[in-house]
DNA sequence: TAGATTGTTAATCGATTAACAATC
DNA sequence: TAGATTGTTAATCGATTAACAATC
């Protein structure tokens, strides 16, 4: 039950359980089993029973998984029984794309600030939002307490304005620039790199 | 050194470390030591060694890795020694962006095809590209010879669109789409979701 | 009740780390 | 040579799987 027992690789697949869970539920489904789960998944119904039971007892035996039961304790768990506010930094093509991204619905977030610091795009109006000046960034993301950050800009200040995020109070990152980021142990960062993607599948091309 | 031997959790790494020695090469640097690149990736002098010696033995005791070197044998073994067309399938933002992106430039991929099944973008030109009817995909892409596509569709028919680009010959699929893609063992998936990244985080915040 | 499926334990499997001889 | 760092082995650590009593 305490969280630091918890090992990271348990953590990661959580998000993955609820998406199935959730489009099983939008498939108006209301029960399930671990076998069930994890063929849609592609993890072993032991690993999931396994897992679950990390966070405690959510299933009946017999009779397996209620699903709108077991979306609301994992929502809760991921912390995702909420709406977080979300600041998108650089506003070049995946900046603009993430920010008008609709897959955050109904999954715990909202994009409401974006910056950039190019004086040709401050103003401009981009999905709803008016982009901001990144000069402002640690104030207005301050004054906002936003908690998590996409980070869009080019490698070259990718680090320099992650350092700024995390002194305006930034807990999370999700890193689009190609490169690791250093942070304190306080923050926690995701990396998203398409070109490392492509390249764990052509290893096992001929 | 019989790749059905290598794990895919060392496989997983190589890009990583190839992206870092690619930094490090851009930066002028000609050696580095499993201690250095440790530090810059965030894993161990002793993994990096263990990992790196299932393909051979690429350093000198006393003074590490030549970068060039190592950049040349990693790019072969995860055959980005070339450079692999690659198709975007739904131009939607998310497809848009994948389109333009410019981060493949030297790390073995360009887009090359660009497909939409709406009637008012088919014709239409991005990042010097005309979008291609998605009617003719399974038949441009076998024309082309291309095996790797970036799945940019709604996930309500990411799965239609996936068994398609098997069916033209794709051998690995960077899925954008929310939902695991069923595909046969010959077929490589990797997931990119950007609201799976931010519930990985959100777990560890109050 | 009989069948199904959980939560959990023990066994297995695999990955990481520590240590060091080899050697540049 | 002396210092540094590799590649590899053995030890440790952790994750996954198999099995099953509990019970719906």
């Not at 897959?103 to 401050?122: E, M, Q, S």
């Not at 402002?136 to 680090?159: D, G």
């Not at 689009?176 to 923050?187: E, F, G, M, Q």
Request: charged share 25%; proline share 4%.
């Amino acid at each position: 039950m305490n969280k630091q027992n918890v090992p990271d690789v348990i953590v990661s697949r959580l998000p993955v359980y609820l998406r199935a869970l959730q489009r099983l539920a939008d498939a108006g489904e209301t029960a399930t089993s671990s076998q069930e789960l994890g063929e849609k998944v592609g993890i072993s119904a032991a690993q999931i029973r396994k897992d679950l039971s990390q966070f405690g007892e959510f299933g009946k035996q017999g009779t397996g998984y209620h699903i709108p039961f077991l979306i609301e304790r994992l929502s809760q768990i991921l912390h995702v029984d909420r709406i977080w506010d979300v600041a998108v930094v650089g506003m070049g093509d995946i900046g603009h794309a993430v920010a008008r991204y609709n897959g955050f619905a109904n999954r715990g977030f909202r994009v409401t600030h974006c910056f950039d610091a190019d004086p040709a795009k401050i103003g401009k109006e981009i999905g709803g939002f008016i982009i901001l000046d990144a000069k402002n960034l640690v104030e207005e993301v301050r004054k906002a307490e936003i908690k998590i950050a996409m980070l869009c800009v080019p490698a070259t200040v990718a680090q320099d304005v992650a350092d700024r995020l995390i002194e305006a109070g930034v807990r999370g990152i999700l890193n689009y620039a190609p490169l690791k980021l250093i942070v304190p142990s306080t923050v926690r960062v995701q990396h998203i790199d398409p070109a490392i993607g492509m390249q764990r599948m052509t290893y096992y091309f001929d």
